[in-house]
C-alpha cells in the first residue's frame, strides 16, 4: 500500500481495501508491505515488514534507534517535510471547527534540547547484571535501551546512561519503575517512581550516585507519597529574577529556548493590559514575567505547585496565587470581570469550562498556550462564539521531532 499523509499522533496513514491502517516510521508516497496489527478505535496498528520504494521527503534519521524508539516520530522527514506535517494537524483541527487555517504563522524551530525527560527502567529477568533505561517501542511496552538520544539535553542523557548499571538493584527481576530527570536552576533533579521502597543497599548506592553526579535532589515516589532519599541543596527555578522551590516532578516547559519564546510571545500579546489572570499558571513562568509590569493573579490546580507559587510569591508585590480545579470549578464571569486579560495553559485535555466562562465575560484579551491542536481549537471555538476573533496564531516546535506542538493563540473582543 502506499503511504498518503501522517496523522496527528506521528504515524503513516494508509488505505487497504476499507480499513485505515496506522504505519509508524513511514513517510508521505512511502510504498510499503505492511501487516496490520492490533485494532484501533479508527482503523488498525500496522507494521511494515517490507519498503518498496520510499517516499521523496526522506531523510536519514540522526538517531540509531529511530524506527524503534517511540520517542521520536517525524526524525526521517526533509525539512520542508517537517515543518508542513507539523502544521497539518493543526490545520485539519481549525478546519473541523470552522476557522481559517491561514491564521497560522510559520513554524517556530529552536534547537533540541529537552531539560525534562521521563524514562522507564527496567530489570528484565534474564539479565541479572545490567538494567534497562529508555523509551518505549511505539504501540508496545518494550522499552529500548537507549545508548544515544538526540533530543535529552547532554547532562540528563549521561545522568540516564549512569544510572543504568544501578536499576538491577533498585528493581527485583521483572520490576519496573520510571525516572523523571528535570535540569533546574539548582542542578539535576532525579524524581523515581516506584511502587517498592528501594531496599537498603541501593538507597546507600543512590546517595553515593548524587554526590558522584552532582545531584541536588533524589526522590522516591510510590503511592504511599513523596520520600526524599537525598537532598543536597534547595531545588529551584528562577523565573523572572523570582526564586521558586521546584516540587518533585514539577512541570517546566521542556525547552529553555522554547520557554523564553512562549514568555516573549504571551507577554507582547498581553502588552500593558493589568491586572492579568494567569490561569494553570504551574510555577509561574508566564505569571512571573507578567508581574514585572503590574497585577498578576495566579490560579493552579495542583496543591504542590500552587504552595511552591504562594511562597515565591511572596518576593513579588504584584503577584497573588490561588489554588484552585479550573476544570471542576473555572472562575466565573463575575470573577473574570476584574481583570482586563487571562492568559490559560493547561494540560492536554484543555480547559473547555474555564474557555466556556471567558467566552461569557467582559475579558478583552486571551492568549490560549496549549500543547494539543485539538483541544486548542476545542477551545478557540468557544471565545469565537463568544464574540472573540483569533488575531495571531503562532506554533512552536518544543516537541523536536515528536507529533506534538506547542501553540499561543491570542484571542480579543
Ligand atoms: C501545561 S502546564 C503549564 C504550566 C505553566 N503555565 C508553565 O508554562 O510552566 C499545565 C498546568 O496546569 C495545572 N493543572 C492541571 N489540571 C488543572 C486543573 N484542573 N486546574 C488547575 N490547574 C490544573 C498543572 O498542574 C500544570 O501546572
Known amino acids: 500500500m502506499t503511504v498518503e499523509r501522517i496523522g496527528i499522533a506521528g504515524d503513516g496513514i494508509a488505505h487497504w481495501h476499507d480499513q485505515t491502517l496506522y504505519l509508524p516510521f513511514t513517510a508521505p508516497g512511502d510504498r510499503v508491505l505492511a501487516v496490520p496489527t492490533a485494532p484501533r478505535a479508527k482503523g488498525c496498528e500496522g507494521r511494515v515488514v517490507g519498503l518498496i520504494a520510499a517516499g521523496t521527503g526522506r531523510v536519514a534519521p540522526c538517531c540509531h534507534h529511530f524506527g524503534v524508539c517511540g520517542g521520536c516520530a517525524l526524525q526521517h522527514l526533509s525539512p520542508a517535510l517537517y515543518r508542513e506535517t507539523k502544521l497539518d494537524g493543526l490545520r485539519r483541527a481549525l478546519r473541523r471547527v470552522g476557522i481559517d487555517p491561514q491564521i497560522v504563522a510559520p513554524l517556530r524551530q529552536v534547537a533540541v534540547a529537552r531539560r525534562r525527560v521521563s524514562l522507564g527502567l527496567v530489570h528484565p529477568r534474564n539479565r541479572r547484571q545490567t538494567g534497562v533505561i529508555g523509551f518505549r517501542e511505539r504501540f508496545r511496552h518494550n522499552l529500548v535501551d537507549i545508548a544515544e538520544c538526540p533530543v535529552m539535553e547532554p547532562a540528563l542523557l549521561a ?23 528535570t535540569r533546574t536552576d539548582s542542578g539535576l533533579d532525579l524524581l523515581l517512581t516506584m511502587p517498592e521502597e528501594p531496599p537498603l543497599p541501593a538507597l546507600e548506592a543512590l546517595v553515593d550516585f548524587a554526590h558522584r553526579h552532582d545531584l541536588a535532589r533524589i526522590v522516591w515516589r510510590s503511592a504511599a507519597g513523596d520520600r526524599p532519599v537525598i537532598q543536597r541543596r ?28 512562549l514568555v516573549d510571545e504571551v507577554s507582547a500579546a498581553v502588552g500593558g ?20 509590569s503590574g497585577p498578576v493573579h495566579m490560579v493552579e490546580g495542583d496543591p504542590m505547585a500552587a504552595a511552591a507559587l504562594a511562597a515565591a510569591a511572596r518576593g513579588c508585590a504584584a503577584a497573588t496565587v490561588e489554588r484552585r480545579d479550573l476544570a471542576r470549578d473555572p472562575l466565573p464571569p463575575e470573577a473574570l470581570a476584574a481583570y482586563r486579560a487571562a492568559v490559560f495553559d493547561p494540560p492536554r485535555a484543555g480547559a473547555a469550562r474555564q474557555a466556556e466562562a471567558l467566552a461569557r465575560s467582559t475579558v478583552a484579551t486571551v492568549v490560549a498556550v496549549s500543547c494539543n491542536p485539538a483541544t486548542f481549537a476545542r477551545d478557540a471555538a468557544t471565545l469565537i462564539a463568544g464574540g472573540f476573533r483569533i488575531e495571531r496564531l503562532v506554533a512552536v516546535d518544543q516537541f523536536v521531532w515528536s507529533p506534538h506542538l506547542e501553540l499561543i493563540g491570542v484571542f480579543r473582543r
Do not use: K, Y
Not at 492579568?276 to 514575567?289: H, M
Open 159 to 181: 545522568l540516564a546512561m549512569a544510572l543504568r548499571p544501578l536499576v538491577p538493584m533498585l528493581l527485583p527481576p521483572g520490576g519496573r519503575a520510571e525516572a523523571t530527570l
Open 234 to 261: 534547595p531545588v529551584r527555578i528562577v523565573r523572572a529574577g523570582i526564586a521558586i522551590g521546584f516540587p518533585p516532578g514539577a512541570f517546566i516547559q521542556p525547552s529553555e529556548t522554547a520557554e523564553a519564546l
Open 273 to 292: 493590559a493589568r491586572p492579568v489572570l494567569d490561569l494553570f499558571a504551574g510555577l509561574g513562568t508566564f505569571g512571573f514575567a507578567l508581574a514585572a
